[in-house]
């Protein structure tokens, strides 16, 4: 029997699932047929799980949107995936939102998707049912994660054919439950929005599949994280590099609550923040690498008392991993190169584009993600950077990583991100764009000076750009390049 999302969940009938604070906890299938994609512009709830497990289960394409998109952005993915229904909250259709606006120029059907009190369901409130065509096909994929879910750099949107009617199996049990030894007992914390494959596939499906529960805000929310933590018994959670931070500044709880372990992923996680978050929490951090292409998880430094190490993403969960040159051959271990990857998990193409598809693998079938890295002595991986973003400095390769991680160590910085500015002399130079501690002042000159006693003099920033608050995306990532465009619009950077 084909591993479905259906007949892949473990867990007695009865057994509690998803806890949200304030709202009833019962599943409700939306009966949605075969093959129609399904767009979903709901915040983390209730209903957008329901939702979205209701139209997988029915070997329909769930297409999750960030519900705080404009109307162009909408537009935009829609069209893409060809959405057939895009599932909306209550009251959108009246307010006529971004999101109802941009499936009737696409002539998608709309729907409002609502927690019925009376009825004690999720229910599917039909509005417009345009030119809804939700027939049956032969080859169907089981989920589709469009362009907004991935944030690594590729424009295309992850195609999954229907031999991936088995994504759950590599990407949930091998990749995440067993990496993390999560079982019935284990109740995380989901604060990633379910938009993202970070929430959808490692704080949702993997506690779904082993049987475990999870807690679900609405969104992220350092005042009440800890509250909502220690109340519903949550022993676990993973988020990204951002989050980490947040709760850092405010207060630790006190007592603690037994926490198994603290994921991070989908950012690079400072050396140094690792260490104050097992200081903070006394848990064990374990930082993962995970990309939309492979399903999310590809590497995890493991579980105590295996090793972690502070500064690397650990060694490969359920795919194979090798460090390649420019040619496609195999780099020894210590050298830099590109790391790609192979696995069941990993997507097998690109929806409406060839020369992508082309470009991103190996002769040898080995998928190019795009970061630069290398392999230690003991195999794990370190990223150094992603290709496109190192800096090459008059034919110096600086990693970012690196430098973010020498800025951080200032005991004034709180966020430090690394990027290439023009150069007239070697084409690139180093920028860096700094988030200082509350209460503290720092001159440029002393941070530069810093970073010259601890790396070489060319890896010192030629221009600091001082912000009270570091670009982000909707899911709290940080990346290069939006950082780079919004610092450089800068008149007076301070040099």
């Known amino acids: 029997m084909a591993l479905t999302l259906k007949t892949a969940i473990k867990g007695s009938g009865d057994a509690t699932a998803v806890i949200i604070p304030s709202k009833p906890a019962k599943l409700a299938g939306l009966g ?184 679900v805000p609405n969104k992220f929310s350092a005042s009440e994280f800890w509250d909502d933590f220690i109340h519903h018994q949550a022993n676990w959670y993973t988020a990204v590099p951002t989050i980490h931070q947040i709760l850092l500044k405010g207060p630790t709880p006190s007592p603690l609550p037994k926490i198994r372990f603290i994921r991070s992923c989908s950012s690079p996680l400072s050396p140094t923040v690792l260490e104050r978050l097992e200081k903070a929490y006394r848990a064990p951090v374990l930082e993962a690498y995970a990309m939309t292409e492979a399903a999310h998880q590809m590497t995890s430094n493991p579980l105590p008392p295996s090793k972690r190490k502070p500064g690397s993403v650990g060694v490969g969960q359920g795919v194979e991993i090798k460090i390649l040159d420019d040619a496609g051959d195999e780099l020894p271990q210590g050298k830099e190169g590109e790391i ?81 500015i023009p150069d007239e002399l070697y084409g690139q130079d180093i920028g860096v764009a700094v988030v200082l501690k509350s209460g503290e002042n720092l001159a440029a000159d002393e941070l530069k000076n810093w970073v010259l006693e601890k790396l070489a003099k060319f890896k010192t920033p030629k221009k600091i750009y001082f912000t009270e608050v570091m670009p982000k995306t909707a899911t709290g990532k940080i990346q290069r390049r939006i950082v780079a465009e919004t610092m450089q619009k800068q008149d007076k950077p301070k040099l």
């Open 32 to 215: 949605i047929k075969t093959g129609a994609p399904v767009s979903i512009a709901l915040v983390n709830s209730y209903e957008f799980i329901v939702s979205f497990l209701a139209t997988s289960w029915q070997r329909a394409i769930a297409a999750p949107l960030n519900p705080a998109y404009k109307q162009d952005e909408f537009e935009f993915y829609i069209d893409d995936v060809k959405s057939a229904l895009v599932l909306v909250p209550r009251g959108a259709v009246a307010q006529n939102t971004p999101a109802v606006r941009a499936a009737r120029r696409f002539k998608a059907a709309i729907a409002e998707c609502y927690w019925d009190e009376a009825k004690g369901e999720v229910a599917l409130d039909v509005k417009s049912r345009a030119n809804l065509d939700i027939s049956s096909t032969s080859k169907s994929p089981s989920l589709t994660m469009s362009r907004s879910s991935c944030t690594r750099g590729a424009a295309y949107s992850p195609k999954l054919d229907s031999n991936d009617a088995y994504v759950c199996r590599p990407c949930v049990h091998r990749n995440i439950q067993q990496t993390y030894e999560l079982t019935s007992n284990d109740r995380t914390m989901l604060v990633m929005p379910l938009f993202h494959v970070h929430g959808l596939l490692c704080a949702l499906l993997a506690p779904f599949y082993s049987g475990g529960s999870m807690v």
């Open 340 to 420: 790609c990857i192979k696995g069941e998990n990993v997507t097998k193409g690109y929806l409406n584009n060839e020369a992508a598809n082309k470009s991103s693998y190996t002769k040898s079938g080995f998928f190019r993600t795009g970061d630069q890295g290398l392999k230690d002595a003991d195999g794990y991986i370190i990223i150094t950077g992603r290709i496109k973003e190192l800096i090459n400095k008059g034919g110096e390769k600086i990693s970012p990583i690196e430098l973010d991680n020498v800025l951080t160590q200032h005991p004034a910085v709180s966020e430090a991100v690394s990027f290439a």
